[in-house]
T-cell receptor
Framework: EAQVTQNPRYLITVTGKKLTVTCSQNMNHEYMSWYRQDPGLGLRQIYYSMNVEVTDKGDVPEGYKVSRKEKRNFPLILESPSPNQTSLYFC?????????????FGDGTRLSIL | GDSVTQMEGPVTLSEEAFLTINCTYTATGYPSLFWYVQYPGEGLQLLLKATKADDKGSNKGFEATYRKETTSFHLEKGSVQVSDSAVYFCALSDRGNTPLVFGKGTRLSVIA
């Protein structure tokens, strides 16, 4: 089954404690991205990757890191989480970035930073 | 830059009512237009799309027509069900190498 898998689904942690949210897709997609979803703000893109070893900033990259060492994986790293990063996070993938390619989303990771 | 504006929710309807969720866009080129749906506790999934003017996308009883003259892509369904309760996002992707631009989402609640 084609899917994007995120882990963990839920995490409560404390300020400053490094965390990683994993994302894996099994569709051989080149393009992957991370979004955060906040009430009243909709979806905002954090980082994206056009292919292996190619990553770039989205609209709200501050406080986040990503890596793309393999095509299927695109982890999101919070080196020193802060309460304003409490949010619902989604990983997505597609064949390519633009045009009429729909994105496939994971089920989300709800992060609470205390 | 490109942008998408959706009607604000929440929208509450009775079962079998007619649904319209308005979406208008601003884009410099000729974008592809999408509606995504997010059911409770899940990620977004593509509901329908249209890639050129006058195209009609349809799926699961939902329809939307790409109207270039009014820069709109309104979502409609003739008879909603409780299972349609979700958040609906309008989105666009311009030609070339640009990412999806999402609207802020409209929450729909359908009551029996």
């Amino acid at each position: 089954e084609a899917q994007v898998t995120q882990n963990p689904r839920y995490l409560i942690t404390v300020t400053g404690k490094k965390l990683t949210v994993t994302c894996s897709q099994n569709m051989n997609h080149e393009y992957m991205s991370w979004y955060r979803q906040d009430p009243g703000l909709g979806l905002r893109q954090i980082y994206y990757s056009m292919n292996v070893e190619v990553t770039d900033k989205g609209d709200v990259p501050e406080g986040y890191k990503v890596s793309r060492k393999e095509k299927r994986n695109f982890p999101l790293i919070l080196e020193s989480p802060s309460p304003n990063q409490t949010s619902l996070y989604f990983c997505a993938s597609s064949l390519s970035r633009g045009g009429n390619q729909p994105q496939h989303f994971g089920d989300g990771t709800r992060l609470s930073i205390l | 830059g490109d942008s998408v504006t959706q009607m604000e929710g929440p929208v509450t309807l009775s079962e079998e009512a007619f649904l319209t969720i308005n979406c208008t866009y601003t884009a410099t080129g000729y974008p592809s237009l999408f509606w995504y749906v997010q059911y409770p506790g899940e990620g977004l999934q593509l509901l329908l799309k249209a890639t050129k003017a006058d195209d009609k996308g349809s799926n699961k009883g939902f329809e939307a027509t790409y109207r270039k003259e009014t820069t709109s892509f309104h979502l409609e369904k003739g008879s909603v069900q409780v299972s349609d309760s979700a958040v609906y996002f309008c989105a666009l992707s311009d030609r070339g190498n640009t990412p999806l631009v999402f609207g802020k989402g409209t929450r729909l609640s359908v009551i029996a």
